[in-house]
């Protein structure tokens, strides 16, 4: 009270400024009251009065969207509400936030949403005490908007929000098909350092809406990739990922839409370091075939590779300083073993079974066979 005025000091409720100002944080309904300010010098002295009240109103939508909302193909999406708030004087105090969400395909449309403000001056049969009413107009760009499924839209003012929800209706063409993937793109290994290109292409009725999600594994939450220095998502739905590296692991999902449906499919990306290909198990020292039979030979190699393509031979037959290169004229076979030789890298065991075939075989003479990965 006036008569029992308590002096205000610098504390964690309170901040006094050098001008006089006063900042109270996170006001509530304890700082209501009476405040005074007192100036004084050498000269004199005075004080202002003033009262504080804490308005106690949530942001309201007060027009909420229809259940429902139909628009045609290639047809802007506009949406209209009414929002009262207490606490709002300025356009740039509330803030809206838009989400798509269709069969598990989760899309934010804020970026894409465009919207006005428009302040009610005159009583309404939304007005309340203390309360300022806002007319909210919103647009979606149509290209951003032709796929059918749930909108949530969130409006928010300094300490309080609110949201409702609509579900959209894309009007389908007798025709239209629904969305999907030829090829399918598949898991994949990638060398540390190499460009990495995720191929696929989206098919269905246009306009298609594609995109790439990475899963953090800290919030095990998808989270949307966008085109930069490091990802780039092409036309037809691939997607490049320039000098993998360890952080660039894990579970990708890429979603594409359109207004007669919505497809997804989940992939693994692993990177591996390169490492030198060593041929642990190598050809014998001498063997032996019979006239007019093939030579059956295997060796056993340790090498970081991502499949069995990653792998070339050679073979090379020579005798008494004659070279002639055979590899044009052998069949050879390539497997995994199980990690019988595991050094802790990235490294494989590989099994090659090679055939060399009649005549080729009737030379005496050395071979030698040469194995190598890109």
Not at 20 to 36: K, V
Not at 182 to 195: E, I, L, R, W
Not at 201 to 211: D, H, I, M, Q, W
Not at 357 to 366: I, R
Request: glycine content about 4%; hydrophobic content about 35%; some cysteine.
């Amino acid at each position: 009270e006036p008569e029992e005025l308590q002096e205000i000091v610098d504390s964690s409720d309170y901040k006094v400024y050098p001008n006089g100002s006063l900042a109270i944080p996170d006001i509530d309904a304890d700082n209501e009251g009476t405040y005074r300010v007192v100036l004084s010098n050498g000269d004199g002295s005075t004080s202002v009065d003033i009262e504080v009240t804490v308005l106690d109103i949530a942001l309201v939508i007060e027009k909420q969207l229809p259940e429902e909302i139909i628009i045609a193909p290639e047809e802007d999406l506009n949406l209209e509400l009414i929002v009262s708030t207490a606490t709002t004087t300025l356009e740039d105090d509330i803030t809206l936030s838009l989400q798509y969400s269709s069969n598990e395909i989760k899309k934010d449309l804020t970026k894409y949403l465009e919207f006005s403000l428009l302040k009610f001056t005159a009583e309404n049969q939304f007005s309340k005490d203390n309360a300022r009413i806002w007319e909210v107009n919103l647009r979606v760009p149509y290209q951003q908007s032709q796929a059918s499924g749930n909108l949530t839209l969130v409006v928010r003012d300094s300490h309080s929000s609110d949201s409702t929800r609509t579900h959209l209706i894309v009007a389908k063409e007798a025709n239209d098909e629904a969305p999907f993937f030829d090829p399918v793109p598949s898991s994949v290994k990638s060398f540390h350092g190499d460009d990495l290109f995720i191929q696929t292409s989206v098919k269905g009725s246009t306009p298609l809406t594609v995109l790439w999600f990475k899963l953090d594994p800290y919030s095990s939450e998808f989270i949307e990739i966008v085109n930069d220095d490091k990802f780039t998502i092409h036309s037809n739905g691939s997607l490049s990922i320039l000098d993998t590296m360890e952080e660039d692991e894990g579970s990708y999902r890429v979603e594409v839409a359109n207004n007669a449906g919505s497809a997804k499919v989940d992939i693994e990306i692993e990177v591996i370091q390169r490492i030198d290909l060593v041929i642990v198990k190598p050809l014998p020292r001498q063997t032996h075939v019979y006239h007019g039979k093939d030579l059956d030979l295997e060796v056993t190699v340790y090498a970081a590779i991502t499949s069995e393509d990653d792998l070339t031979l050679s073979l090379g037959h020579s005798l008494k300083g004659s070279y002639k290169d055979i590899t044009n004229y052998f069949t050879y076979t390539i497997s995994e073993e199980d990690d019988v030789d595991d050094r802790g890298d990235d490294g494989r065991t590989w099994v090659i079974k090679f055939i060399v075939c009649y005549p080729f075989t009737d030379d005496l003479g050395h071979l030698t066979s040469y194995s190598e990965y890109w």
